[in-house]
């Protein structure tokens, strides 16, 4: 699975647009990029993924630059319950792996009143 | 109604001792996993199972035994505790092993003293 950077922290005023950058210059043609989150003491959960059009959902949107080296994740009004460390995966199909997801150090987003 | 639960919340033991984690998931999925938060937050896959058939086994040491009695329950063994088995265990799941999005439960953190 290709590598992925994301700084290791950021803040963000409440009510304003996070917008959460992932450099993977590796990435593989078959390869997707996810973003999972983990708020304090909770389980990660699931925000969105993407293999290479942009993706939004009722959580987050997902942009990825065309030639895929580099995506970011876009918390349009954020708010204080949206801090968390957001991680940004990269990998194939998750059946060839045996389903496995591999996090990185991921950025700790601090949203501020 | 909670999707994928963990018991116990907190555990505490002394080396050497064998404990048991328990997980159950509610939401019909046929592939469970277990994974370990150590102290520095990195979040590592255990295992991975699918129609309670062992799909991964990521390097773990023997003395750490998975056990899934039917496709809902996936419970973790742990043998002759070590100081270095302190963590947070996280259980999750997904609808089946090519799904992209994985559910996890709230965590076991486990002292070893």
């Known amino acids: 699975d290709a590598k992925t950077t994301q700084p290791p922290s950021m803040d963000c005023a409440e009510g304003r647009a996070a917008n959460l950058p992932c450099n993977h210059s590796?990435?593989?043609?078959?390869?997707?990029v996810y973003w999972y989150r983990q708020i304090h003491s909770q389980g990660p959960q699931y925000i969105i993924h993407g293999l290479k059009n942009n993706e939004t959902n009722e959580m987050a949107s997902l942009i990825i630059t065309e030639d895929r080296k580099s995506s970011t994740l876009i918390l349009p009004h954020a708010t204080l319950r949206d801090t968390a460390v957001y991680y940004c995966i990269v990998r194939v199909a998750m059946y060839n792996q045996g389903g496995k997801l591999i996090f990185g150090q991921g950025t700790e987003l601090s949203v501020k009143p | 109604d909670t999707a994928v639960s963990q018991t116990p919340k907190y555990l505490v033991t002394q080396m050497g001792n064998d404990k048991s984690i328990k997980c159950e998931q509610n939401?019909?999925?046929?592939?469970m996993y277990w994974y370990k938060q150590d102290s520095k937050k990195f979040l590592k896959i255990m295992f991975s199972?699918?129609?309670?058939?062992?799909?991964i086994n990521e390097t773990v040491p023997n003395r750490f035994s998975p056990k899934s009695p039917d496709k809902a329950h996936l419970n973790l063994h742990i043998n002759s505790l070590e100081l270095g088995d302190s963590a947070v265990y996280f259980c999750?799941?997904?609808?089946?092993?090519?799904?992209?999005?994985?559910?996890f439960g709230p965590g076991t953190r486990l002292t070893v003293t």
């Open positions: 999750a799941s997904s609808q089946t092993l090519g799904s992209d999005e994985q559910y």
């Open positions: 199972y699918n129609n309670k058939e062992l799909i």
């Open positions: 939401l019909g999925h046929d592939t």
């Open positions: 590796t990435i593989s043609g078959n390869e997707y």
